[in-house]
Every structure is written in structure tokens, then in C-alpha cells.
């Protein structure tokens, strides 16, 4: 039987069409959330173009995944299909924009993975705010690439639903989870399991609003703010124990960028991680089979490859 829909809070949702916003939005959907419009940003060039419009549903054309686009969907693709309306905008700071989110007369609007910046005006047009999902335990790892740092630092995994300020990250926290990640979890796996926590906190957090039980509470302390990974973030000295050295590799490997093992009398380039043994310890820096190295970490063995 289907969730009924919460009808005292309307949320407006911003994406984007990759698979942690759809996960977000589906579970949300799932948990009964009010969705009355969905805004994504547009891709490419759209210089002149309007500021704003509307995605109109197509009609499907094959059963072939790279012609039939609901063969993957997104959240363009959802809204299409549960009648939500879906607005692509492409300059926040017209007065049209702003006009036509107002008319969707949301209470709130919620953030799942947005690469703009929101401007002022806009995150006061519903009643009640914006809400940011974001991958990480703030005031730490505030930025665009809290999940990259999780890895690279070794630290506990989270996430926190905050409201959205003028400033990044910063603003007034609602609800926070850790989030246990298993030994030699990739990327996208991390993402689906952060956007499936994710979405059930969002839905919560609708829910206390319309009951008016939800909690807000500064972020404490200075926190930490990190940016885009350059080339020296890929680089792993052999100080590291093996196993925060493992799980960064496979935590990171999709960012297609080699990594730079360096101790004493070290320095190779891996691309992937094989396993690990913790306590390990053997003579030699590495040993090498043909593409495979066993490298001695502090403590720990890594098993990697070329």
C-alpha cells in the first residue's frame, strides 16, 4: 500500500540528475514527502537563453538503454512520471527565476547535490528556508568534497540536514548521523548508502516541521573547510596505517587519478588497492610481481596495483 503523502509541509527539491540526488528524491518520495517541484541547473551553454524553463515530458522511443532515457532515470525522470513539475534554471539571479519558484509556494526546499551557489533572495523565498544535505559531520569537512576528504583524512563518515546561510556550510544544524562504512568501499557505493541515510533524515526532518517538532542548534567551534583534491591529495606516505591507506584508494579510485606511495626508499604509482593486512609487518619497503606491489605501511601491508 502506498505512503500517504504529508500535505502540511510542500518541499520544493534541488538536484542534480546523477544517482545520489535520484536515490535522495526516491527515497523521499517513498517516505511520503510532499514534492511540488524539483529544480535542476542547467548543463552547457546557456548563454541568452531564458533564465528558467519548464522539462517537458518526452515520449519514450526504444527499449534500448542508450536511446530510452527512462531506462536510467533521474530525477527529471521521476518528476515526469510521479506529474511533478521540473524546472531546469539557468540564472538564479533573475527576477523570472525567482518568480517561478515563489509559485510553487513551497514551505521548504531541500538540497541534495547543487554546484551553485544559492543567492540570498532566493533561499528566503520558502516559509521556512532551504535545507542542505550534506556528506559530512559538520563544522568539518565544509565544501564541495566532503566524501574525498572523509577517505583521504581516515575520519568517521556522516552526514548533517542544515539550513542553507549566506555563508558555505555554515548554517544552523538539524540533524546529524554517523555513518559506518565497511572496509574497501568505492565511491558510488559510499554515495548510495550516504543518499539512502540521507533521504530518511530529509523525511524526518519534514515531517518534525510540519509537527512542528523539528530542532535547530548552531554549528559549534571553527570547523574545517577543504577544496577541489589537487595532485598532492593523490600522494600516500607510508606513515599512513595500511588500512586508512586501503580504503582511501578504494574510496577515491573513481576520481581516475594515479596515487603516489612515498616512504623511505619508496616512490611508486598505484591505481587500485587489492587488500590489506593490518599488522603485517616484512623485511623489505614493497615487494613486486609484475604489475602487483606488497608495500610495508606504519603499521600494516598493502596489497596494490599498477
Known amino acids: ?27 523521499m518520495l517513498d517516505a511520503g514527502t510532499n514534492i511540488v517541484a524539483i529544480v535542476t541547473p ?37 518528476g515526469w512520471e510521479r506529474n511533478i513539475p ?8 533573475s527576477s523570472k527565476t525567482m518568480q517561478i519558484l515563489a509559485d510553487h509556494h513551497a514551505d521548504v526546499a531541500v538540497v541534495a547535490c547543487f554546484p551553485w551557489r544559492i543567492p540570498p533572495q532566493i533561499l528566503s523565498l520558502p516559509t521556512a528556508g532551504f ?18 576528504w572523509t577517505f583521504r583524512l581516515g575520519i568517521t563518515a556522516g552526514l548533517t540536514v542544515h539550513y542553507m546561510d549566506h555563508e558555505l556550510d555554515t548554517g544552523d544544524i538539524v540533524l546529524q548521523k554517523e555513518i559506518g562504512f565497511p572496509d574497501g568501499i568505492f565511491g558510488y557505493e559510499a554515495d548510495i548508502l550516504m543518499a539512502q ?8 526532518t519534514c515531517r518534525n516541521l510540519a509537527t512542528g517538532t523539528m530542532s535547530r542548534s548552531p554549528q559549534s567551534g571553527n570547523g574545517s573547510y577543504y577544496p577541489r583534491p589537487g595532485h ?18 578504494c574510496g577515491t579510485a573513481e576520481w581516475g ?39 610495508q605501511f606504519s603499521p600494516g601491508l598493502l596489497h596494490a596495483r599498477r
Open 1 to 27: 500500500m502506498e505512503t500517504p503523502r504529508l500535505r502540511d509541509t510542500n518541499v520544493q527539491f534541488w538536484g542534480m540528475p546523477g544517482q545520489f540526488s535520484v536515490r535522495v528524491l526516491q527515497g
Open 42 to 78: 542547467a548543463s552547457g551553454n546557456v548563454g541568452g537563453a531564458d533564465p528558467y524553463v519548464y522539462l517537458e515530458s518526452q515520449p519514450h522511443r526504444s527499449l534500448l538503454p542508450l536511446s530510452n532515457p527512462y531506462f536510467h532515470p533521474n530525477i527529471i525522470h521521476i
Open 86 to 93: 521540473v524546472v531546469e534554471v539557468r540564472n538564479l539571479a
Open 131 to 148: 535545507l542542505n544535505l550534506h556528506t559530512s559531520l559538520l563544522p568539518e569537512l565544509r565544501g564541495p568534497y566532503p566524501l574525498f
Open 197 to 204: 541515510h540521507g533521504a530518511a533524515m530529509l523525511a524526518l
Open 232 to 249: 598532492e591529495d593523490f600522494r600516500i606516505p607510508t606513515t599512513w596505517p595500511a588500512r586508512r591507506a586501503f580504503n582511501f584508494i
Open 257 to 295: 587519478h594515479p596515487f603516489q606511495i612515498v616512504g623511505h626508499d619508496i616512490d611508486l604509482i598505484v591505481r587500485s588497492a587489492i587488500s590489506f593486512e593490518p599488522e603485517t609487518i616484512m623485511q623489505q619497503t614493497f615487494l613486486r610481481n609484475g604489475s602487483d606491489y606488497q608495500i
